[in-house]
């Protein structure tokens, strides 16, 4: 079972200068190795189908609309399911001093995106987008599995750029992201992948 995480948006308080409203994790699972190896492959072979660089990241926030919507449509065929949760960042809502602390902000978003998706987990890798510092990795990989009961056998962090699977799940993040914003398109992304949801939680209510 593989597991891949990644965010969109920031963890930035100050929203009157310019942080998100909202921090979103994404959570993706395949349940089938070789589902998403399939899936890894479709991906590179759409590369070349938008006569696109072998090397092009595919990331939300640099794409464009019709771009992101060939991404989604050409995955969607493919067994995988995605949690998310979206940190609404109000200050009326959202108080304490572990928010104030980068690390202890995205362990706690983490936190609640694997207690929706642990009833789903057994053995899982988890690869999570990010260089991070050896000790934030041991860390992290602590806080996960301690918070999973043992589901989960090993974390790694590992570089967008190389892995496909990270950049469907920054898509997968950003398509979240923007349904809750106020752009034209915010309606386009989600209802296309809307079949492989399994629950998108929104905290604080």
Known sequence: MLVFIDESGDMGRKIDQ???????????????????????????????????????????QKMRRD?????????????FFYFGVVINKDPKKLYGEGFIVKESFYKYACSLVFENAKPHLKDATVIIDGSGSREFKRQLQYYLK?????VIRKVKIQSSH?????????LVAGSIHRSFGKKGDKNSYRPIIKSREMKVQVWPY
Not at 146 to 150: A, F, I, M, Q, V
């Open 67 to 79: 771009l992101r919507e060939a991404f989604l449509k050409a995955v969607l065929p493919y067994s």
């Open 146 to 150: 301690k918070k999973t009961d043992g």
């Open 162 to 170: 190389s892995n496909n699977l990270i950049q469907l799940a920054d």
């Open 18 to 60: 310019g942080s998100s409203r909202y921090f979103v994790v994404t959570l993706v699972l395949f349940e089938d190795n070789e589902e998403a190896i399939a899936c890894d492959q479709r991906i590179g072979l759409l590369r070349k189908e938008l006569r696109l660089s072998e090397s092009y990241e595919f990331k939300f």
